[in-house]
């Protein structure tokens, strides 16, 4: 059997730097900077995770597709200059993930994150990232919080894929409001319907009454990395789900003009100079928080998806489906076992009665 020469095979890189230790919350931080990253080829600097080491004290692991931003800090990494790791299937076995701990080691084209057994080599994405710190609102604008107990969030993740959707091919919307100091999910099954409000127990709202509409796939993410804290500051800005050192920014959706409130001015502070009147804004219409830096600038937003595109949103809404089928079954199987259960109880119980019987047959007056 004839077999291709040995030099026909790609070098393997051996990068000569100091291998650095990535902790364990750092390497989750990376998986799900990953799973917010894009998977568009037109944008490939965005497709990976980008650990941004600009300020040597606090680093960034950074992960976005325009449309929600994923950053976590809390750490330093002694890296020379910031590294955009591309996105690959092999990060995410878990082989690889259940093999010790994770060294990286980078040099000016290449890294390598390698496990105790394990090496994954790959090349830089080369490019600029774009300034995504120009995206995340002033933490200090947002007047409404929302706190959830962390122990309920897959109570909620399940209550919210239950939820009904009208949009569920194209946006899979859902509303977030606080009204009367209650936390309250938003959603209907037809486009002409008013909306269906669900109160969530176990959450805890503060500040001025809010609704924003956004994507429920990003509030399942949300809620599955453990960002139990919604801040909201008004209906057309992004919203900030975030725990701790890790955050999650979300761009609102607007599903209809009708249901939406009206645009209103903040008032001037009364020791402020007078100033022109401001006119009302046309109706909003959400832009992608990033967009990658090239000759020809920013690709319009209104350009119509293409087949890859739609595939992947079909993907996507197939995932969900999945998942509420698997919830589903889950339930099923719960109430299957607490039934075969009872069954046996109630026949350990009729055992109990015949021997009793068999018992009292055998006694002789």
């Known amino acids: 059997m004839k077999h291709i020469p040995m030099d026909e095979f790609p070098v393997t890189p051996r990068i000569k730097t100091e291998a650095i230790v990535l902790p364990p919350e750092i390497r989750r931080s990376i998986h799900e900077a990953l799973e917010c990253a894009s998977t568009d080829e037109t944008r490939y600097v965005l497709n990976g995770t980008f650990i941004d080491t600009s300020n040597p004290k606090a680093n960034y692991i950074v992960g976005t597709d325009g449309k929600h931003l994923y950053s976590a800090n809390s750490f330093s990494l002694p890296l020379k200059n910031s590294v955009i790791i591309p996105n690959h299937k092999f990060l995410g076995w878990k082989e690889f993930n259940n093999d010790g701990e994770w060294q990286i080691k980078v040099d000016e084209k290449t890294l390598q994150i390698s496990s105790r057994r394990w090496r994954f080599v790959s ?30 969030l897959e109570v909620l993740i399940k209550l919210i894929q239950r939820m009904p959707c009208h949009d569920a091919e194209k946006f899979q919307t859902i509303g977030l409001s606080v009204h009367g100091g209650q936390f309250l999910l938003l959603g209907k099954d037809h486009l002409n319907e008013p909306w269906t409000r669900v109160p969530v127990s176990d959450a805890k709202a503060e500040g001025p009454e809010v609704t ?74 959400p832009k992608p928080m990033i967009t990658s830096p090239t000759s020809e600038g920013p690709a319009p937003s209104n350009e119509p998806k293409n087949a890859v595109e739609e595939a992947i949103d079909m993907t996507l809404l197939i995932r969900d489906k999945f998942n509420e089928g698997f919830n589903l079954l889950r339930d099923l199987s719960v109430k299957l076992k607490t039934i075969n259960r009872d069954q046996k109880a109630s026949a350990r119980e009729m055992q109990s009665v015949r021997s009793t019987l068999r018992s009292i047959q055998g006694l002789k007056i």
């Not at 490019?127 to 122990?151: E, F, S, V």
């Open 212 to 285: 924003v509409f956004l994507s429920r796939r990003f509030v399942i993410k949300a809620l599955q990395y453990g960002l139990n804290t919604i801040s909201l500051i008004s209906f057309v800005s992004p919203l900030r789900f975030h725990n701790k050192g890790r955050q999650m920014i979300v761009m609102p959706l607007r599903p209809d003009a009708e249901n939406t409130p009206p645009y209103q001015p903040q008032p001037a502070p009364a020791n402020s100079p007078p100033s022109r009147p401001v006119p009302t804004p046309a109706p909003y219409t």
């Open 123 to 152: 090349k830089q994405i080369e490019g600029n990232y774009p300034n995504w710190r120009q995206t995340i609102p002033n933490p200090d604008t947002a007047k409404t919080h929302i706190t959830l107990d962390p122990a309920k």
